[in-house]
Structure formats: structure tokens, C-alpha cells
RNA sequence: GCUGCUGUGGCUCAGAGGUAGAGCACGUCCUUGGUAAGGACGAGGCCGCGGGUUCAAUUCCCGCCAGCAGCUCCA
């Protein structure tokens, strides 16, 4: 065996060092510099702690506080470093998981007693005494026997747990720093002092393993950054998440309401009611185009209707029931089986096929109290639904044409391009495994075709079928799930479903379900928070806002509005006795795409003094020229 | 559903064991003002609901309801 290796690194150039040589070490000799700035190094594509040793041939990288893997080292070791304060200020603290998540850490702890929010304070301190402290991380592996018995001397039932549940020759490591030890894989930095700029953020309960039968933890979560820009940043998107917080948006435009004796279901006011009714408007504009044909179905069904559907035994605490003349019936909480009724109500020729069936039918769902929040996750909504009853050799086509409808929506209203998923067949879930496998495998098949993008999420399928879901980032960074696609081979065979085919035999749909928008009131509440309330001038409830300067020129701000209003505008004319600068504030706050300030001058004039949203003053024009700019913007979409 | 927190006029929020306050909004009047808050006066509250402790509870305790954060769930 050679006493050196080779070590290749990104440049291309070959050190030979001697064979277990350590990684912190080989950055040094590289340069004194890199030694210093080096917080891990990517060894053959995966990352690792400085303080590992090299044994073979291998590609190495050193990961800096430039590189990208550096935040999520830092953050994990922000983890630990939080685990050591805890257990410093609660020597009784037991531990579980400590993973890093998409903007940050977080770490499941049993505690004495209930942290409050000072307590983050104090646990913070402790942190950035324990970083000042600059201690060293350690590596060391033990036995699956010495692993248990650190647990065991630490009196945690966590910990004992992970290690059980590792393979009996894993060979198990664990990070020490300073007097605190705790099992992970790694990497982590060189050391405490390294991790500079983190905060706690809250605390919350978590089930152990995410298992609601198991006990609840208290779980502390963080975030950390290599750069202080970095996190200053990312607490600043968090104020503005709550300032975008479409609770608020819509209290403060007066779009929708809650009333605590209609628990999770949305009032919509008249400016609310509007911005609801124009999206289904829109949607099914493009129903004509993309050939659907829009039905509706009745809101009450007897129970057997879902016990045919599956839905009785997969969701029948989910729904609403009611009884009479002795009998039971489910209020709806999705039309699928309404459309199988309609699909199987007279004879069907393949000459039909694609049978795209639309409804906006409301729908009721008895979701549990602690899952409900503002219009994202409520009682009672509608979707833009959509099922598609086809032959099978037109799975490709009709998914194709779901993908052109939702690229057009997204577009139109202005969303960014949405991330795939795709999910495969649930733990709960009816239907033979031949059926199943055919369905997944159409899909992945399609999707392949189409080349599109996607990414598995394995058994997060609907119960009935495989899933594509879409989901949007908003303007700052959050993920939505809105649209989904989910096809499905059972609803034919539930409901006994056929069609005459052209080759004389009689044939079973496959069904697809989809919808854009998904719920409405979904759609409505991420939308309020893409847009920060500022909607687009299309789906302003109120597109211009009059302001007259002076109770002498009402009579020309109520004819310009009545003019605008004629040729399709939604205006308002503010005849208040305030001062114009009010008027102009309480517009802007509104977030009006449009306020008209018209005096003396205008009306003389025959103009309008604009003032675009968030552009502020921008002069005298013709009357008609106004008007013209704005058809053409609502004509846009712009 | 679980853990924790919260609930005071339409809204945002102070407050304290001795029966309640501010700003905004609202009403009336004055002001007729040129691009983000003019002024005066006024009306408006079962201090979420139900129990308990207390001479006295909106305030402390318990239960319930609703909301918020997170977990679990989401056809």
C-alpha cells in the first residue's frame, strides 16, 4: 500500500499527501488562508468535517462561507450549539432530532418545564457564550453497544431510540464540543467559533417522530447564516410575510371576514365577493377554448354515493352529515362522484370522449380545529374542478392540455413557474395493484414525454390515484400548493363506468381530476399575499378611485366617473367632505391601481390629473386618452 | 385533534381585584383644500361564553368557544 494518496482538487491540480492525511491539515498546506477560511470540504460529492482523515485517492473541494453547502453546516452546527446551551441551563433536557430545514434549524427537546419566549432570550445568550468559547468539534465512533450506554448514562429515551433503530454494525459517530457530546453523522465546523450569526425564533410543540401517539416535545426553532447581511435579510422577509399576511390584506381592503359561529368559513364582502366571482369569470372564459363544458351538481347526497366512492371510508370524518325521512345523507366534499353520476347518466358513445365536465360547486369539508388558518385551509369552498372522462390512449393528450390551461392561467395572473411534483400511491388507498402500477406508470410516461421537470414525493398521492401537484413561490420565497392534477383508474370501475368504443366493445374512462386555481379561497388568500394586496388592474374590486379637490368640481368628478364606469371601468368617486390629501392616502391604502385628482383645471381642460399605484403623480391627460390606456391594460392583463 | 399563546368599542391596541381608556373608523358641525392624515363636538363596550374563589372578578382559577404559532392531517 502507497504511504501517499492523490488528491485531486477542483482546479485540477494533484497533491499527494500521505495517506490519513486530515482534511484541515491539507487545506493549511494549501494555504494558510484557505486553512483559515475553511469551514468543511466536499469529499467525492459529499460533505464533510474538516477533522476527517483521507484514506484514499479522492476529489476534494474546500467549502468556504462562498460556497453554498457552508450554510447548511453552519446551521446544523447552530443545532448543536443549541442543544449544548439547553442542556447547560436544563442539565435534565433530553433530546431528539436537530435537522436543518429549508430556512433554518430546529431541535425536539423534552424539557422540565415549558419554555416561554424570555427563555429564548437566555438560551441565546448561553449560544454565543458557548460559540465565543471557540471549542474544537471532535469525531468519534462507537459501538452500537457504547452508543447505548452514552444514552443510557444520559437518561434519554430519545437518543436510546435512534440508536436502536441503526443497523447493529453501523458504526455510529458523535461531536463533541466543549462538555457537550451529541450522536449526528455530520459535518459540522471545525469549530463553535464559527457559527456567528444565528437567532432562535420560536417554540412550539412537535411529536416525537412525528407520530401524534407518541409524546409531544418542545421544539426550539432557529436560523443561522454565514454572513450577517444574510440573516438580517431573512428576518426582514419574515416581517414582511406578516405584513403580506392575507388575513390582514384582507380585513384592511375589505375583502372578507370570519365570524366565530361559522368557524373556518370565510365571509366574502362585496369588494371580496367581486375578486371571487372575476377569477371564476376568467376561468371559465378559457373553458370554452380548452373545451369543457361546465355542469352543476347538487350539494346533498345520500350517504351510499361516497360509500360507492371510497370517500365514506377514507374521509367520513372529514364530512358533514345529516338525516331525514330516516335516511342519510353527506353534504359533498368534492364532485368527483357527482360527475361519474352525470357521466353514467344515459349511454356514452366514444364520440363523446374527452368528456372535461367543470364545476365551481361548493364543497364542505369538516377539517379538524387545529388545521384550519385564515382562507388557506377552511370549512367550506369551491374549486375551478375539473374531471375528464377519456379513453386511456388519451391520458397524453388531456394531460398535455391540463398543462397548456394551467401555463395560461399562471400567466395571465402573473405567477412564476411552479414546482412539480409528483406523488405515487398512499399508504390509505383503494384499487388493485395492477391498476395502480398502470396509472403510475402512464403518468411518469407523460410527464417524460412532455419532458417536464418533476420531482417524487413518494406516497403523497390521492387515495384514488397518482398526483401532480404545483406549487407556487410567492413573492418572498414561500412555497403554495394550488394546482394538481390526479389521475384516476378506480372512479371507472367504483361506478361501473363504459362507453361504446368505435371498435364495438364496450370500454372503461379513465378519469382525470384537476383544477387550477384549486380551491378559490386558497387561490385568493396566496394571491393577496403574492401581490402584497396590490392586484393587478384586471382584478381590482375598485380599478380608479375620483378624488375632486373641492366640493366645486364634484359634479365633473361624478360625470368622469359615470363616463369611465360606462365604458366598463369599476370606479368610485370619494364625495366625502375630507381634505383631498386624505381622500388620496385612504385610496393609496386601498391600494387603488388608479386615483383621479380633478379641480378647477381638469374640468376646464376636459383632463384627469393620474395617479398610478406606487408611481405616484404622473400629470394631466385627455380624459379619452386615460380611458384608452386603461382598456388596453385591462385587455393585457397587465 | 395535540402542545403553547391570545381574546377589551367596527379596526389596532393600552389597562388594572373596587363595575373601562387611546388612536383610527363612524355621526354632526366648521373648514373648500392641488397629490399620503384640517379642526371641534358626539355616539359607541355583557372587557368571547359558562362556572368557581372573593365583600367585590373584565382582572385570579377551571371548563367551553373562537383565533394565532407549530405538530399531525389535507380526497
Request: proline share 5%; charged share 25%.
Amino acid at each position: 500500500m502507497a504511504a501517499t494518496i492523490r488528491v485531486t482538487l477542483p482546479d485540477g491540480k494533484v497533491l499527494e499527501p500521505e495517506r490519513g492525511v486530515n482534511l484541515g491539515v491539507l487545506a493549511r498546506t494549501i494555504a494558510i488562508s484557505l486553512g483559515k477560511k475553511a469551514i468543511a470540504a466536499v469529499v467525492d460529492g459529499t460533505v464533510m468535517d474538516l477533522h476527517r482523515s483521507l484514506d484514499a485517492d479522492a476529489k476534494v473541494r474546500f467549502v468556504t462561507e462562498a460556497d453554498p453547502e457552508a450554510q447548511d453546516v453552519v446551521r446544523h452546527s447552530c443545532a448543536h450549539l443549541l442543544a449544548q446551551a439547553v442542556k447547560r441551563l436544563y442539565p435534565e433536557a433530553k433530546f431528539g432530532v436537530g435537522p436543518v430545514i429549508e430556512n433554518g434549524f430546529y431541535y425536539d427537546m423534552e424539557l422540565p418545564r415549558q419554555l416561554e419566549p424570555e427563555d429564548l432570550e437566555k438560551i441565546e445568550a448561553e449560544m454565543k457564550a458557548a460559540a465565543a468559547a471557540d471549542f474544537p468539534l471532535s469525531r468519534s465512533v462507537l459501538s452500537r453497544e457504547a452508543a447505548l450506554a452514552w444514552a443510557n448514562e444520559r437518561h434519554d429515551p430519545y437518543k436510546r431510540e435512534l440508536i436502536e433503530g441503526l443497523a447493529a454494525d453501523a458504526s455510529i459517530s458523535f461531536y463533541t464540543q466543549g462538555e457537550f457530546t451529541d450522536l449526528c453523522t455530520g459535518p459540522h465546523v471545525p469549530s463553535t467559533g464559527r457559527i456567528k450569526h444565528f437567532k432562535l425564533l420560536s417554540i412550539a410543540g412537535a411529536y416525537w417522530r412525528g407520530d401524534e401517539k407518541r409524546p409531544m416535545l418542545q421544539r426550539i426553532y432557529g436560523t443561522a447564516f454565514v454572513d450577517a447581511k444574510s440573516l438580517e435579510e431573512h428576518l426582514k422577509a419574515r416581517e414582511e410575510a406578516v405584513r403580506r399576511d392575507h388575513r390582514k390584506v384582507g380585513k384592511e381592503l375589505g375583502l372578507f371576514m370570519f365570524h366565530p359561529l361559522a368557524p373556518a368559513s370565510p365571509f366574502f364582502m362585496p369588494k371580496g365577493a367581486w375578486l371571487y366571482n372575476a377569477l371564476i369569470a376568467y376561468v371559465r372564459s378559457l373553458y370554452v377554448e380548452f373545451g369543457y363544458q361546465e355542469v352543476i351538481t347538487p350539494q346533498i347526497f345520500a350517504t351510499e354515493l361516497f360509500k360507492i366512492s371510497g370517500h365514506y371510508d377514507n374521509y367520513k370524518e372529514n364530512m358533514y352529515f345529516t338525516e331525514a325521512e330516516d335516511r342519510e345523507f353527506g353534504v359533498k366534499p368534492m364532485n368527483c362522484p357527482a360527475h361519474a353520476l352525470m357521466f353514467a347518466g344515459k349511454g356514452r358513445s366514444y364520440r363523446e370522449l374527452p368528456l372535461r365536465f367543470a364545476d365551481f360547486g361548493r364543497l364542505h369539508r369538516f377539517e379538524r380545529s387545529g388545521v384550519v388558518a385564515g382562507l388557506t385551509r377552511v370549512r367550506t369552498f369551491a374549486q375551478d374542478d375539473g374531471h375528464i372522462f377519456m379513453a386511456p390512449e388519451s391520458i397524453g393528450a388531456e394531460i398535455e392540455n391540463c398543462f397548456a390551461l394551467q401555463r395560461r392561467i399562471y400567466k395571465d395572473l402573473g405567477l412564476p413557474d411552479p414546482t412539480v411534483l409528483v406523488g405515487t400511491r398512499p399508504a390509505k388507498s383503494v384499487g388493485s395493484d395492477e391498476l395502480w402500477k398502470k396509472a403510475e406508470s402512464t403518468l411518469f410516461e407523460q410527464l417524460d414525454r412532455l419532458g417536464q421537470k418533476y420531482t417524487l414525493n413518494p406516497g403523497d398521492g390521492a387515495f384514488y390515484g397518482p398526483k401532480i401537484d404545483f406549487q407556487v413561490r410567492d413573492a418572498i420565497g414561500r412555497a403554495w400548493q394550488l394546482s394538481t392534477f390526479q389521475l384516476d383508474f378506480n372512479l371507472g370501475e367504483r361506478f361501473d363506468l363504459h362507453f361504446n368504443a368505435q371498435d364495438g366493445t364496450v370500454k372503461r374512462p379513465v378519469v382525470v381530476h384537476r383544477a387550477m386555481l384549486g380551491s378559490l379561497e386558497r387561490f385568493i388568500g396566496v394571491y393577496l399575499e403574492h401581490t402584497a394586496g396590490s392586484l393587478p388592474l384586471w382584478l381590482s374590486p375598485v380599478q380608479v378611485k375620483v378624488v375632486p379637490v373641492a366640493e366645486e368640481v364634484l359634479p365633473y368628478a361624478r360625470d368622469v366617473g359615470a363616463r369611465l364606469q360606462a365604458a366598463g371601468l369599476r370606479v368610485e368617486v370619494d364625495d366625502r367632505t375630507d381634505k383631498m390629501g386624505a381622500k388620496i392616502r385612504d385610496a393609496s391604502l386601498e391600494k387603488v391601481p388608479y386615483i383621479l385628482v380633478l379641480g378647477a383645471r381638469e374640468r376646464d381642460t376636459g383632463a384627469v390629473a393620474v395617479r398610478a399605484r406606487g408611481a405616484g403623480d404622473q400629470g394631466a391627460q385627455p380624459f379619452e386618452a386615460f380611458l384608452a390606456r386603461l382598456l388596453g391594460e385591462v385587455a393585457a392583463k397587465s
